[in-house]
């Protein structure tokens, strides 16, 4: 997937889109939008690459089929000033490749276990079906008033459902109306 420039809206065709990775701010605003025949096999975003203060904003994946691995970012503690901001995920779908713990291997993999190692404000997955993986959301260092994780269904877990580490004393989550079942460790 190539973009020519920021604040874009890419429809994806049928097929199977594999090995993507996006960085910097030519992904702010982007919208991605997935159609009934799309399959997504991971989306790595590496923050490390972001200069200091630059910021991926206002980015949306809406009706996105993932499979085996979902949207992950990387090397996120190289990189204190890379602030992720706005971020959304509507409708989505991911299907793991089973239930142990790996990289991407989640509908959702960010952060870091360090508080203050980076900023990541305002995230929002919603209407999400995640099964068949070794963890279904993982956040980590989040900032801001309006992080929410609302109205997913979680299945067939080898680890947490939702994970949320290192909250910033200002952070604040809001989960609410998720369905979980199937778990073999801790629902959060």
């Not at 979902?70 to 204190?80: L, N, Q, T």
């Not at 991911?94 to 509908?107: A, D, H, P």
């Not at 929002?124 to 269904?153: A, H, M, P």
Request: charged residues 20%; positive net charge; hydrophobic residues 35%.
């Amino acid at each position: 997937i190539k973009v020519a420039k920021a604040n874009s809206t890419i429809k994806l065709l049928a097929g199977t889109y594999e090995g993507v990775e996006m960085a910097g701010k030519i992904a702010s605003g982007l919208t991605i939008q997935g159609t009934e025949d799309a399959i997504v096999k991971g989306i790595k975003c590496n923050l490390k690459s972001f200069t200091t203060g630059s910021e991926l904003e206002g980015m949306t994946f809406k009706n996105v089929s993932f499979k085996e691995k979902g949207i992950y970012f990387v090397d996120v503690a190289g990189s204190p000033w890379g602030f992720v901001k706005n971020f959304t995920m509507t409708e989505c779908t991911m299907t793991g490749s089973g239930t142990t713990v790996t990289e991407g291997n989640r509908l959702f993999d960010m952060g870091t276990d360090s508080p203050g190692s980076n900023q990541f404000i305002n995230i929002k997955i919603e209407k999400c079906t995640i099964s068949n993986v070794g963890q279904g959301i993982r956040l980590g260092g989040l900032t801001g008033d309006k992080n929410l994780i609302q109205d997913n269904i979680i299945s067939n877990i080898g680890h947490n459902a939702i994970t949320l580490r290192s909250v910033a004393a200002d952070g604040k989550v809001q989960v609410v109306n998720n369905t979980i079942s199937n778990g073999n460790d801790r629902a959060f």
